[in-house]
């Protein structure tokens, strides 16, 4: 176990015009789970590779547990990075695979036969050390990569989009083995994901990464419902976005006043109020309320779209099915903005 | 993965389809590759063999035992022509493997004019190049050597070297020897033990090439060597021209030898009954 210390670290790849990872500056908790979260090509596989040695930085510093790893190859950093495809050795059979860590670090064969079978075991693929990785599924050839990963027992493990190659349900299945896995070896892990879903589920803590720059570091709940800006709110599916200001404690803007909740600071002059939390159709005229016409009325599955236009301001709203049922595009309906699911942007 | 099954069902369907002249082609080839040499495998044991006789008329061991003789050139010749194509095929292995991984795995500026630098020696004919080394050469005090006749074997042999593995590095997936790294294997153990394996296959093929390259150069050894490096095409060339037909048929039965056997250790990766094939098809 590590804490992960990230100092202002830059990357410029030779004749790039914008840097692919801008001063980014984290601390990773020693024993958790963070995710680096954000779209393809935010940088955020450049920072994994920077932190596992594989890439060296234009600038900025590497801290393991406070002291700068940057001087040290990959082989003794402690930090073992997984990559995106499972990249097992086709040569070798998938004991040879999970040991192969050990045999490069010198250590008796009977050590690394017991260790690779107590390894399969907590992946649950008891006794096929003998298989060629050609043999195995998508979801076994993953499990092989992280036996191979965690028999190393790192102070770090880095995962490079771990699961974005499998199937929906195997994914799920690997979340939760790794989440298992973590509590288990308590070893800090970082991985990268572009999938928010991903993060939520599995992360402590998100640090979002948009264009190069970590734009949020913080809990989920604090992403989804506290967000530090427009990108990062649009980037968590926020569609809202009403501009105004404050006035005396209040948020006025062209479809009236708007009361805040008691705990979020009364500045910056954009209001947002997640699509789900918006409340339609809602008779008594109370306050934080407004007219809007349906423009459009989309089903979704397990839940319905109502897009509004509440003159000239357009709303998102996400329904369950059954109370969008009676709204049909066209109709005049009370739009409802809940005071405690407000939030303000600057 | 489905598609080249298919693929391959074809291709086997074809085979049964077309075995009478699968057969024929086999035995059109074999009689191409063989039947020159029956003659001469003749000469070599023969002891007189006139014209319109089908078969010499006595045979004797005469001419091998003067190739086997302490006072022949045959064997320094040998092995001086084992030990160029030897250097050669190191040397090539030395500038072939990195220039190869880097034409077959990185996109880069002047990337078309270095292929083309590289392929020229197979264009421009050898001799043309030789003639003007041989001056650069003559200062250097490399005529007449053997280093410099292998290295004037390399303007040949580099090329097939470069190609064969430019061609292996573009089907090779160099984020394996990051995984590696990251798991504790330096620089040194990474390729032991995971770019060896998975480029073994085309670099025994570029060296098998390189080699027989080497093996067979006429005109650039008797240029740069002057005459003083002595390899096995010179001494052939010698003998054939001094109308000596029973010693040019046992040289020649040696000649032949290592490409035979090369043939024969590298038709087993090509044809991908090799284990580092079948290896190199799932990258």
Known sequence: MSDVLLEHLTKIYPGAEYPAVDRVSLKVESGSLTALLGPSACGKSTILKMIAGLLAPTSGDVRFSGASVLLQPPQSRDAVMMFQDHLLFPYMSVGENVGFGLKMRGRPKTEITRAVGEMLDLVQLHGLERRKPSQLSGGQQQRVALARALILRPKILLLDEPFSNLDESLRLEMQMLLKTLHEEMKTTMLFVTHDQEEAIVLADKIALMLAGRLRQYDIPQNLYGQPNNREVAEFFGARNFIPGRIVSGKFDCSLGQFSLPDHIQPDGGLLTCRPESVVVGSNTASENSFPATITSKRFLGSQTRLKLDASGQLIDALLSPNLAEPFQTGAEVNVHLPRQSLWLLP | ?283
């Open chain 2, 1 to 283: 993965m489905r598609e080249s099954h298919q693929n391959m069902h074809t291709t086997e369907n074809v085979g049964r389809g077309l075995s009478g002249l699968a057969w024929l082609s086999l035995a059109m080839l074999t009689s191409w590759l063989i039947l020159p040499l029956i003659p001469l495998a003749l000469w070599s044991v023969s002891r007189s063999w006139f014209f319109p006789d089908l078969l010499p008329s006595a045979y004797s061991l005469r001419a091998w035992n003067y190739v086997f003789s302490t006072t022949s050139e045959v064997l320094p010749a040998l092995g001086q022509t084992i030990l160029i194509a030897l250097g050669a095929t190191f040397v090539s292995i030395v500038i072939g493997l990195p220039a190869g991984r880097a034409l077959g795995l990185y996109q880069f500026r002047g990337k078309a004019i270095v292929e083309i630098l590289i392929l020229a020696p197979m264009i421009v004919p050898g001799i043309a190049v030789a003639l003007g080394l041989h001056v650069v050469f003559l200062k250097l005090g490399l005529a007449g050597s053997e280093f410099g006749v292998m290295l004037v074997h390399l303007i040949p042999t580099l090329p097939y070297m470069v190609l064969v593995m430019a061609g292996v590095f573009s089907n090779y997936n160099p984020a394996v020897e990051a995984q590696a790294r990251s798991l504790g294997a330096g620089p040194l153990q990474t390729f032991y033990s995971i770019t060896l394996p998975a480029i073994l296959p085309g670099l025994l093929i570029g060296s098998l090439f390189t080699f027989l390259v080497s093996w067979s150069q006429y005109i650039l050894t008797l240029l740069i060597g002057g005459g003083r490096v002595v390899t096995l095409p010179l001494l052939l060339f010698n003998f054939a021209s001094a109308g000596r037909n029973d010693i040019t048929g046992a040289i020649s039965m040696i000649y032949i030898l290592p490409g035979m056997l090369l043939l024969l250790i590298g038709a087993r990766h090509l044809t991908g009954r090799n284990r580092s094939v079948e290896g190199m098809h799932q990258i």
